[in-house]
Structure formats: structure tokens, C-alpha cells
């Protein structure tokens, strides 16, 4: 063999850099609860469909031409398969610097994102340690300080117009590593094994003089009940990966593309009786709304995103007929299901998410208008409100609204485009206006109910009369809506609409103009 001293080479390279950061890093990593890169690639893709680039890359230390030690670059990335479909993997390998970028090589995360955005398929990013930002040490490195630069930002960017973008927090990451977390479609996080900081704990602690702890600072339950950075947590990094899979498989696998369809086997003229009581007759008492989704969506199909950010906004992927969709609905057991300023940011993020990936939306509306009171006033509800209704204006998708309840003001008016034809039908159940009457009254007729004899008697009249006008069938008569229908044809009739939607796909596939904003 003329190429066997150079395969040998080969060889011995391949074993030195699936070493990783030596055997003593890797059990200390194992100690700590976390799977190492390449054992995190192999439980999320296909078995042996994972095909590894830049294995070779790295540090290497010579002696009179003579290769002695080899320290490899601490990003892992390759091309796979998640469910026979083919994706862009890569991951942090904290034995090597905890993935600092003193640990880096030649730019291999970003070559992962610009691989796949020119291949058009998704990218998972698994980021541990800083995921590549910088560390003090590369000063010494180099001998000097430096502007910071935010290298491939720029196909980060328009990748995310382009591809799915899902990241997952596998232990404490600070700096550009959690920037690589937010800048994605989805994200996950592990309870009590990641946390995500711009600046971890030492740094914070120096800034402000008060010791913290990690959980703390950037744990899931700040991240994923609070700030809204990170989308869903989850107990075990397997639970992740199972995740990821079912996320991706609702999304086609760029832009360009028609979401896939499967078989289903719910029938898609199911009428469940249950949806005659779903909603009660006292407009004070809640209902169940995600109970309500299981009676129309394929069953077992609704994928929850986001569950405890802005939870009087349920949004997630699902099924109906075997069609890929996207799904808003409000949840009248938190905040009365009104928008505030989260609900309203999560509203604006999951319309470009839909749009951008061509899934038809179906809204299921109860809405009783934007948040009140000083708090939602202070968090600046109006602007972000404003923001999620230009996301409804601007999306170009097929949009399905099914006013179940409530639709007041301007929240409730901002259900769909109405500049567009949308597919819109309503429950006997619903209830709309600018104001619902038991609050507006007050203000419309103040200074009759002040000036009556007896005012709250007046009240009540006014109210009674106004309520005699409150039927949904009268305004079904003026067609300001277009179908009044039991509760159990919705899923009958969602069914034969989005197989029609799905016929007019071609023409709004591709990046959008306005782009996809993180």
C-alpha cells in the first residue's frame, strides 16, 4: 500500500481528537451529570447516519517534525439524519477550554451555519460552556486586546429567514454562547444542568459586589417561566433531543418548502359532544381551552412551545388531517386570557416562525382585549401590542380564525389581516365589541346612570337593553361574520380548509421580505 504510513497518520490523528479534552476531563464532565458532544450527536440522530467535519482540527504540538500531542478543536459538527431527514449538527465540547474561543479552530461553528443555510437544511446548535466567546486567556494569546466582532452573525441572520434554527443550553453558558441559544426558532433548556448568563456569576459578582448563584442568575426557571429567552425545559438532555426531533417535524426543511403532510388516522369528520359544554354559559367562569384543542386537532398532535412565557397566550404546532399547522389560542385561565406585554412579544415571534416556515395559522380566539391597569401600562403593553398586530398584518400565510368566545378592542380586532380574505367562522358562544358591556357601560352612559334617580337601577336597564342586541346571530345578519357553527363541525370544516390552504402554499414559500427578527 503506497498511502499506508499517511493512512496510519490519519488514523492516529482521528484517535488523539476522539479523545477530546483527556480522559480526566471527560469522567470530570460525566461526574457532573452532562454527556459528552459526540455522545449527545449519537442519541439526537439517526444511528450511524452522523458525518463528522473538521475531525482533524486542532492544535498540534511538534517535535523535529514529529506530531507529540494534538489537542482537538472544541466544536463537533456534521451532517445527519433526524428521522430520515438530513440537518446540520454541532455542539461544544466543554473538555476543551469548557468552549471558550481559545479552544476554537478555524471557525467551525460558523462553517456548520453557513453549511447548512447553503444546503437548506436545519441547523442544531448543542452549546455548552461560552459556545465560542471569548476568554481572557486569548489575550495572552495574542499579546494584545481587540474590538470584539461578532463573526458570522451576518449568516446567523439570514439564515434564520431561511432554515430551522434550533439550540439547545447543555450547561452554564455565558456571552456569545447565549446569544447562540436566543438566536434561534426553538430552545430548550435542561432544569438544574444549564443555566444561560451574558456574564456568569463570578463576573456579576464583581460587577455589583453580591455573590450569586448560577441557578439564580440564568437558571430554566428564570429563562423559561420569566424572561422568555429560552422556550420549553425539559428534565434530561434525552428528553431534549426527543424534542428537537418532534419540533423539526412539523417544519419543512427551509423556507422554500411546503410543510410535510402524514398520514393520519383521526378521521377528519370527528364531532366530539363534548364541545356543546366546553364553554360555559356564565361569561365569568374559564374553560379548558388546551381540552378544547384535543377535540379538534389531529389527537396527540398539539406540540406546546413556550407553555409558561406569557401563558395567556397558548401557542405550538400541530396537526389536522395530517397537515403541519400552526396554533394561537388564548387561555382565559391566566390573565382572563388577555394580552400583555409577553403574550404580546410571544404572539409577533410565532407568526414570523409561521409565516417563515409556510405553516397555515388556526386562531382560536378569546380575547378580551390588551392587559389593564398600571403594571401592563409600565411594561409598555401598548408598543408591544402594536408590534404583535403589525406580525398579523404582515404575515402572508393562510390564516383560519375560530372566535370561540370573546374578541374586544383593538387586541381582539388584531385575530387575523382583515386587509386579506381570511377563513373565519364563530361559535354560538361568541361575545365581541369595542368594550364588553358590563365594563362599557359605565363609560359610554356615565353621566345618565350618575344623573338617574337611582343609578344602579339605571345601570342594570341600560345593560339589560344592551344585551337584548348582544346575540351573535344579529351579527351573522349584517355578515360581519361570516358563519355562525356548532362546535362540533370545527374540526369538519378546519379540515376541509386546510387541505385548500395547502393548495395555495406555492405562491408565499420563500424568505420573507421584512425577514425573521429572533
Known amino acids: 500500500m503506497v498511502w499506508e504510513p499517511e493512512i496510519n497518520e490519519l488514523e492516529k490523528r482521528r484517535e488523539l481528537a476522539y479523545r477530546m479534552g483527556t480522559e480526566d476531563r471527560v469522567k470530570r464532565h460525566h461526574d457532573r451529570g452532562h454527556l459528552t458532544v459526540r455522545e449527545r450527536i449519537a442519541l439526537l440522530v439517526d444511528s450511524g447516519s452522523f458525518r463528522e467535519r473538521g475531525v482533524l482540527a486542532g492544535k498540534a504540538h511538534y517535535e523535529n517534525s514529529e506530531l507529540k500531542d494534538f489537542i482537538p478543536s472544541n466544536y463537533v459538527m456534521g451532517v445527519a439524519k433526524l428521522d430520515g431527514r438530513p440537518a446540520v449538527v454541532?455542539?461544544?465540547?466543554?473538555?476543551?477550554?469548557?468552549?471558550?474561543?481559545?479552544?476554537?479552530?478555524?471557525?467551525?461553528?460558523?462553517?456548520?451555519?453557513?453549511?447548512?443555510?447553503?444546503?437548506?437544511?436545519?441547523?442544531?446548535?448543542?452549546v455548552d460552556g461560552t459556545g465560542g466567546g471569548g476568554s481572557v486567556k486569548t489575550i495572552e494569546d495574542i499579546g494584545r486586546t481587540y474590538i470584539p466582532g461578532n463573526t458570522n452573525w451576518d449568516v446567523i441572520v439570514e439564515a434564520m429567514s431561511e432554515i430551522p434554527m434550533v439550540a439547545t443550553a447543555m450547561g452554564s453558558i455565558a456571552g456569545i454562547g447565549a446569544a447562540r441559544v436566543a438566536a434561534s426558532h426553538f430552545s430548550i433548556m435542561i432544569k438544574g444542568n444549564s443555566q444561560v448568563f451574558i456574564a456568569g456569576p463570578p463576573v456579576v459578582e464583581r460587577a455589583f459586589g453580591q455573590p450569586i448563584d448560577k441557578e439564580e442568575l440564568g437558571g430554566s426557571a428564570i429563562h423559561a417561566h420569566g424572561s422568555g429567552v429560552v422556550d420549553n425545559e425539559v428534565d434530561t438532555e434525552e428528553e431534549a433531543f426527543e424534542l428537537i426531533r418532534k419540533f423539526l417535524s412539523y417544519l419543512p426543511s427551509n423556507s422554500w418548502e411546503v410543510p410535510?403532510?402524514?398520514?393520519?388516522?383521526?378521521?377528519?369528520?370527528?364531532?366530539?359532544?363534548d364541545l356543546l359544554s366546553v364553554i360555559p354559559k356564565d361569561r365569568?367562569?374559564?374553560?379548558?381551552?388546551?381540552?378544547?384543542?384535543?377535540?379538534?386537532?389531529?389527537?396527540?398532535?398539539?406540540?406546546?412551545?413556550?407553555?409558561?412565557?406569557?401563558?395567556?397566550?397558548?401557542?405550538?404546532?400541530?396537526r389536522l388531517g395530517g397537515f403541519s399547522v400552526g396554533v394561537i389560542a388564548n387561555d382565559p385561565r391566566k390573565l382572563g386570557g388577555s394580552m400583555d406585554g409577553p403574550a404580546s412579544d410571544k404572539f409577533a415571534r410565532f407568526i414570523d416562525l409561521f409565516d417563515t416556515f409556510n405553516l397555515p395559522v388556526i386562531n382560536f380566539v378569546d380575547q378580551p382585549g390588551f392587559m389593564l391597569g398600571t403594571a401592563a401600562e409600565n411594561s409598555g403593553v401598548a408598543r408591544r401590542?402594536?408590534?404583535?398586530?403589525?406580525?398579523?398584518?404582515?404575515?402572508?400565510?393562510?390564516?383560519?380564525?375560530?372566535?370561540?368566545?370573546?374578541?374586544?378592542?383593538?387586541?381582539?380586532?388584531?385575530?387575523?389581516?382583515?386587509?386579506?380574505?381570511?377563513?373565519?367562522?364563530?361559535?354560538?358562544?361568541?361575545?365581541?365589541?369595542?368594550?364588553?358591556?358590563?365594563?362599557?357601560?359605565?363609560?359610554?352612559?356615565?353621566?345618565?346612570?350618575?344623573?338617574?334617580?337611582?343609578?344602579?337601577?339605571?345601570?342594570?336597564?341600560?345593560?339589560?337593553?344592551?344585551?337584548?342586541?348582544?346575540?351573535?346571530?344579529?351579527?351573522?345578519?349584517?355578515?360581519?361574520?361570516?358563519?355562525?357553527?356548532?362546535?362540533?363541525?370545527?374540526?369538519?370544516?378546519?379540515?376541509?380548509?386546510?387541505?385548500?390552504?395547502?393548495?395555495?402554499?406555492?405562491?408565499?414559500?420563500?424568505?420573507?421580505?421584512?425577514?425573521?427578527?429572533?
Request: proline share 7%; aromatic share 8%; hydrophobic share 40%.
Open 90 to 126: 454541532g455542539g461544544d465540547d466543554f473538555t476543551v477550554r469548557g468552549g471558550a474561543a481559545d479552544g476554537a479552530v478555524g471557525g467551525k461553528a460558523g462553517h456548520a451555519e453557513k453549511m447548512a443555510r447553503e444546503l437548506r437544511i436545519p441547523v442544531v446548535r448543542m
Open 260 to 273: 410535510p403532510i402524514i398520514e393520519s388516522t383521526d378521521p377528519t369528520d370527528r364531532r366530539d359532544d
Open 385 to 518: 401590542g402594536v408590534r404583535a398586530l403589525a406580525a398579523v398584518n404582515q404575515a402572508v400565510i393562510p390564516w383560519a380564525s375560530v372566535v370561540i368566545r370573546r374578541a374586544f378592542g383593538v387586541a381582539g380586532a388584531g385575530h387575523q389581516n382583515h386587509s386579506r380574505w381570511n377563513y373565519r367562522v364563530a361559535w354560538p358562544s361568541g361575545d365581541w365589541g369595542s368594550l364588553p358591556i358590563e365594563g362599557g357601560v359605565m363609560a359610554a352612559y356615565r353621566r345618565e346612570i350618575e344623573e338617574a334617580e337611582d343609578p344602579e337601577r339605571r345601570r342594570e336597564e341600560i345593560e339589560t337593553r344592551l344585551n337584548e342586541l348582544r346575540s351573535p346571530f344579529r351579527t351573522a345578519e349584517s355578515f360581519n361574520i361570516e358563519d355562525i357553527i356548532d362546535p362540533r363541525d370545527t374540526r369538519p370544516l378546519l379540515c376541509e380548509w386546510i387541505e385548500l390552504a395547502y393548495k395555495s402554499l406555492p405562491i408565499v414559500v420563500g424568505p420573507k421580505f421584512r425577514g425573521t427578527r429572533p
Open 284 to 318: 365569568r367562569k374559564p374553560h379548558d381551552i388546551r381540552a378544547l384543542l384535543g377535540h379538534i386537532l389531529d389527537r396527540d398532535s398539539f406540540f406546546e412551545i413556550a407553555p409558561h412565557f406569557g401563558p395567556s397566550l397558548v401557542v405550538g404546532l400541530a
